[in-house]
């Protein structure tokens, strides 16, 4: 997908939800303050914007610090041991769900995902 297109997705979407809260405000369904901390959180940084890729050494560094093998850091990210290895030894990147998940690890520990 290229990014001209995400951002049309992204657009869309932001607009039909900024649609639907305010409907659910108005029919009584979302109370005024549910609606200001769902449009603050809309607002926020795009996903993209908060998920930073890392390298072989920092995913390494990752597993090493949960004290894993290679198979059991696999298992929990739903990954073969193979790719793992080659994430960690840089032959490939992570994207989509496990870029996701290795974010949510950095900054919040392997317990956010157990």
Known sequence: MTSRAKKKLDDRFTREMSEAAAGMRSLGVMDEATYK?????????APEETVTPLTGEE???????????QAVFARFLHLTVDHVSKLERGAKRPTGPALVLLNIIRRK????IL
């Not at 901390?37 to 940084?45: C, F, G, I, K, S």
């Open 59 to 69: 995913i390494r560094e990752l597993r090493e610090r949960a004290h894993m093998s």
């Open 109 to 112: 520990g392997m317990d956010a």
């Open 37 to 45: 901390l769902t449009m603050r959180d809309l607002n926020r940084a």
